[in-house]
């Protein structure tokens, strides 16, 4: 089961973008443009994006310059979300830590071939969720120091040492920033069906091959999660990553 492409499937584009304008007018959700733009660009970006890696993930170096592009996106991504300055840039350190205590071993072990298709497939989806981990961790812990800095003093005039006196206010930015990924995995089947379920189910036909590799995935998601938030609150605690200006 694929969806091909063909005259069919794009009045069926069509039809949806038509409907979800529609419903934009009489709703008056906003612009009745706004599915339709965004729709363009849809397609415009992902045409252009299928041209490159159908020549890039032949080989594993050009998928690696891919996935290259693709750490440089979340680590801008991350860093402005976190609205730090120029400090947001240590966010970097915090993707990589996530990213590299899965990745190396996911491909070394076997379980999944090494080709480009794999590296840029694994590798895009943990960079997507140690990602949206980092910027939560960076933005709530930011905004806890700013709005608790009273604790903070209060635990520095007791003796505590600077490291110290945050780390008292960030331990519950780190369980935060945490849920949406294990929520994930805790209702996985019951409530949703991910997308590398979806795409080994449609692409292969087998449900159990499509569980083995969202079990994997899930679990990666986890781990690269868990080192990069600990990375980040690090980075936090020691203020390497701050607020310049208040927001």
């Given at each position: ?8 499937l794009v009045w069926?584009?069509v039809g949806l973008?038509t409907?979800a ?5 009489f709703?008056?959700?906003g ?5 339709p733009?965004a ?21 594993i170096?050009?998928a690696s ?15 402005r979300?976190?609205?730090a300055?120029?400090?947001?840039l240590w ?10 205590s ?15 298709v794999t ?9 997507g969720g140690?990602m ?9 812990g ?6 608790r ?6 635990a ?15 331990d519950?930015?780190a369980t ?7 929520d994930?995995?805790?209702?996985v089947?019951l409530v ?11 692409t292969?036909?087998?449900?159990a ?23 980040t609150v ?7 990553v ?6």
């Amino acid at each position: 089961m694929t969806a091909t492409a063909s005259m069919s499937l794009v009045w069926l584009c069509v039809g949806l973008v038509t409907a979800a304008a529609t419903i934009y007018y009489f709703a008056r959700l906003g612009s009745v443009f706004v599915v339709p733009v965004a729709a363009v660009r849809a397609v415009v970006q992902l045409s252009i994006i299928s041209l490159i890696l159908a020549a890039a993930l032949r080989e594993i170096w050009s998928a690696s310059l891919v996935l290259a592009t693709m750490f440089a996106a979340a680590t801008f991504t991350s860093f402005r979300r976190a609205a730090a300055g120029r400090s947001g840039l240590w966010l970097a350190g915090s993707i990589a830590a996530g990213i590299t205590s899965v990745l190396p071993a996911t491909l070394l072990s076997g379980v999944v071939p090494i080709s480009g298709v794999t590296l840029v497939s694994v590798g895009g989806i943990l960079l997507g969720g140690t990602m949206t981990a980092t910027s939560l961790a960076a933005r709530r812990g930011l905004d806890t120091l700013s709005q608790r800095r009273g604790e903070i003093e209060a635990a520095l005039s007791l003796g505590f040492g600077d490291r110290e006196a945050r780390m008292l206010v960030l331990d519950k930015t780190a369980t935060d920033a945490l849920i949406p990924g294990v929520d994930q995995a805790r209702t996985v089947g019951l409530v949703t069906l991910p997308g590398a379920f979806i795409g080994v189910l449609l692409t292969s036909g087998s449900p159990a091959q499509a569980g083995a590799v969202q079990v994997l995935v899930l679990i990666g998601l986890m781990v690269s999660e868990s080192c990069a938030v600990a990375v980040t609150v690090e980075l936090l605690a020691r203020t390497l990553v701050r607020r310049t200006v208040p927001r």
